[in-house]
Nanobody, 115 residues
Framework: QVQLVESGGGLVQAGGSLRLSCVAS????????MAWYRQAPGKQREPAAS???????NYSDSVKGRFTISRGAAKNTVYLQMNSLQPDDTGVYYC?????????WGKGTQVTVSS
């Protein structure tokens, strides 16, 4: 089993920044892609950014150039630095860990961007 715990969400004005963190624990010795997904009110969950075990990032078009995903030195933590936030970025942000054998989700952290 793997546990994922997100933190760092909150309320911020448009143009501001937030840094989300996700700490993984449990059976995490195997390689995996770590990702951030988000779900706006009334919409489906969508991918925002991901990073491979080799630290190769990938971004959705909606966040490219504004968000940066990275791993901590211990590899069990992934961060999402979010800059130039806009009201459309509002939603619950979920941490995801997946490989060929399993997929896990965190409970999410709320990000609210006011105009």
């Amino acid at each position: 089993q793997v546990q994922l715990v997100e933190s760092g969400g909150g309320l911020v004005q448009a143009g501001g920044s937030l840094r989300l963190s996700c700490v993984a624990s449990g059976r995490i010795a195997d390689p995996a892609v770590m990702a951030w997904y988000r779900q706006a009110p009334g919409k489906q969950r969508e991918p925002a950014a991901s990073i491979t075990d080799a630290d190769r990032p990938n971004y959705s078009d909606s966040v490219k150039g504004r968000f940066t995903i990275s791993r901590g030195a211990a590899k069990n933590t992934v961060y999402l630095q979010m800059n130039s936030l806009q009201p459309d970025d509002t939603g619950v942000y979920y941490c995801n860990r997946r490989n060929r054998w399993s997929e896990y989700w965190g409970k999410g952290t709320q990000v609210t961007v006011s105009s």
